[in-house]
């Protein structure tokens, strides 16, 4: 049986398991990148793993998120990040280089090549054909200590793309008809691989709005073929050396398949408040819009913006909408630059910001109350922009800067015959921007520079014999890694300092915890069902492991917090008979003796309650890898253990 394009870059890297949908596999990561706003915390990971270089083939460090420096602790960050890159064998993009996918996909993608990175939209690079995958900051730091990446098989989806693209249509408008089609949930557990004649019309860029967005699908990743177009895209790179051809055989199978023919689609737009609520402009009308953006890792290519430009050369803003532009990085900026493309931008009145996620990631550019902001990003949650009733639509480069004339939803289709814009035969090459490693002479000279918001990662060491600790917290039903580990703005510029984060743990139930482990040490977590819902944030399980807790006792589990529990190295164990539950007081005296050896054995783990006299069965929620890897104190020490 032949294979997928997806199935041969999984088969050639793959470490265990069986290709099996459903079946974990572990991957060999060739590739890895950070962003700043998680790449902190993959830093401090990767440096208590103790592993001296990176063993991947490329690791890149990007600063792209937190890029307003209105206090002490982004720069802060920002420079923690470039000395650990320097000291441990990664290359850093220097912030105003761009956006992370952007800049990945011009200077370091390798099409067959695997890469997992910090950040949800890495499957940008599957418009390359590489096998891009957004992970947890610890995965990345476990891949860059020469670990492999553990996933379940996906099942793969085909797009068969026919025809090709009208004037005025693009590629957003493609991914906006898988939107449609398949809805937000419409790619888990899937990879998307786009194939049939309609490719070969799409260049690299364009193809890689379609991967990206492909996490909008919930998909494990997107992929394109490498072909001619992917090439020629790596040649005017001066990295034609790192093209390889990729298709998939002509008898693979795949699980499911879904058809679109280029020719017949037409602009549309996804309505507030999800990347799936699309429609087309016609639906839509002309509304009247307040803001408009352009940019992001979905739409700030060199192509998008030469678009962009001829779109605006000659004219002039509308007077009621305020026009930001972002380039996706320096390469795309400076070309502008250099071709008269900016100038023709800067006269229509648009306002050109730094190359930078910006307003996606809301530094900056919050719409006006109410406001009406039509954006090339991808997301348009409620509030995600800054503004709680901010109206967000996601629209083509084309229909955003046709709109920004005219002051409503324009369908730039309207706007007569389209400029025919090429990808340049060469891209300007200067990575001035891109500070490569120390080499290994030089590597142990190299200071990390740790500025106060730079604390250590917590790191404990292997599972005790026994554990003697107080029953510290005691929750109901359904708490929330919110409720563990609260996010927003006042404290995500601390996500690298775990100690004062840790001031924050569990203060919406109960605000005295914190200073209870502190005064008693070791400690167990009591909760009801799913415990640990909602948002996969590695924070939720390392935060009290900082605090000394060694086990949560609870009647059920969420997945991803049980899994980032047993990689901090914390017993996720669950009540043999769930009336137990009622039989534990907060404060009690637990004991867990022989959990060692429990773990070992894949025995009941028992856990005596000595001020109420009594014994209780539980059980560890972990599969054999999992075992290892609490016995060894957390993925870190395992993946140190295996090296
Ligand atoms: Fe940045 Fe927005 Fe992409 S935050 S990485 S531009 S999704």
């Given at each position: 049986m032949g294979l997928t394009i997806a199935q041969k870059i999984i088969q050639n890297h793959l470490v265990s398991g069986e290709m099996k949908p459903g079946c974990d596999i572990g991957l060999k990561i060739d590739q890895t990148l950070t962003q700043d706003a998680t790449g902190t915390m993959a830093y401090l990971e990767f440096e208590a793993m103790g592993v001296p270089r990176v063993k991947t083939e490329k690791s890149v460090a990007y600063i792209d998120h937190n890029t307003l420096q209105t206090g002490f602790e982004n720069a802060d960050d920002h420079r923690f990040i470039q000395s650990v890159a320097k000291k441990h064998g990664i290359w850093f993009s220097r912030p105003g280089n761009g956006i992370c996918h952007q800049v990945h996909l011009e200077r370091f993608g390798v099409p067959g090549k695997t890469l997992i990175g910090s950040d949800s939209h890495t499957p940008t690079g599957g418009g390359i054909g590489m096998l891009a995958m957004g992970a947890g900051g610890l995965d990345v730091a476990v891949a860059m200590g020469g670990g492999p990446y553990y996933i379940s098989m996906p099942k793969m989806l085909r797009v068969n793309l026919t025809g090709k693209l009208s004037p005025w249509v693009s590629a957003k408008d493609v991914i906006l008809k898988v939107l449609q089609l398949l809805s937000v949930k419409g790619g888990v557990g899937k990879i998307v691989e786009y194939s049939g004649?309609?490719?070969?019309?799409?260049?690299v860029p364009e193809r890689a709005t379609i991967t990206n967005m492909g996490a909008e699908l919930g998909a494990t990743t997107s992929i394109f073929p490498s072909d001619e177009v992917t090439r020629s895209f790596l040649q005017a790179q001066g990295?034609?050396?790192?093209w390889v051809e990729l298709s998939s055989d002509p008898d693979a199978v795949y699980d499911e398949e879904v058809s679109i023919d280029l020719s017949a689609l037409e602009p549309l737009a996804a309505c507030p408040h999800s990347p799936d609520n699309v429609k087309s402009l016609k639906e839509i009308g002309a509304i009247k819009v307040d803001q408009v953006c352009i940019g992001s890792c979905t739409n700030s290519s060199y192509l998008d913006l030469m678009r962009v430009a001829s779109i605006l050369k000659g004219k002039t803003v509308h007077p009621d909408v305020s026009l930001a532009i972002a380039p996706g990085s320096k390469q795309v900026y400076n070309m502008l630059a250099m071709n008269g493309a900016l100038a023709d931008i800067i006269a229509a009145g648009a306002r050109v910001l730094e190359c930078a996620c910006g307003p996606c990631i809301g530094m900056g550019q919050s719409p006006n109350s109410k406001g009406i902001s039509l954006r090339t990003f991808n997301r348009n949650f409620e509030g995600r922009s800054g503004t709680a009733d901010g109206q967000i639509y996601l629209v083509s480069p084309e229909t955003a800067a046709a709109s920004a004339l005219a002051g409503v939803l324009t369908d730039p289709r309207t706007l007569g015959e389209e400029a025919p814009i090429a990808l340049p035969e060469h891209f300007l090459i200067n990575d001035n921007m891109v500070e490569a490693p120390a080499s290994e002479a030089e590597m142990d000279s190299v200071e990390i520079l740790r500025g106060p918001n730079i604390k250590e990662f917590p790191v404990t060491g292997p599972l005790e014999e026994t554990i003697a600790a107080k029953a510290l917290l005691k929750v109901g039903d359904n708490i929330t890694t919110d409720h563990i580990m609260p996010a927003g703005a006042k404290i995500l510029p601390y996500r690298s300092n775990i100690p004062y984060l840790s001031n924050f743990c569990f203060g919406v139930c109960d605000k005295e915890f914190p200073a209870r482990c502190r005064e008693y040490g070791p400690s167990v977590v009591v909760g009801g069902q799913n415990y640990g819902q909602g948002s996969s944030r590695e924070h939720a399980a390392l935060v009290p492991l900082y605090l000394g807790v060694k086990a949560v006792l609870v009647k059920s589990f969420a997945r991803i917090h049980c899994a980032n529990l047993a990689n901090a190295g914390i017993l996720p164990l669950i009540f043999k008979n769930e009336a137990d539950y009622d039989k534990i007081d907060q404060m009690d005296e637990l004991e867990l003796k022989n959990v060692r050896k429990a773990i070992e054995d894949n025995a009941p783990v028992i856990v005596s309650d000595k001020t109420k006299g009594i014994e209780i069965e539980t059980e560890a929620v972990l599969s054999q890898r999992q075992r290892e890897m609490v016995l060894a104190g957390g993925l870190l020490n395992y993946t140190r253990e295996q090296n």
């Open positions: 004649e309609g490719v070969k019309s799409l260049s990295r034609g050396q790192d």
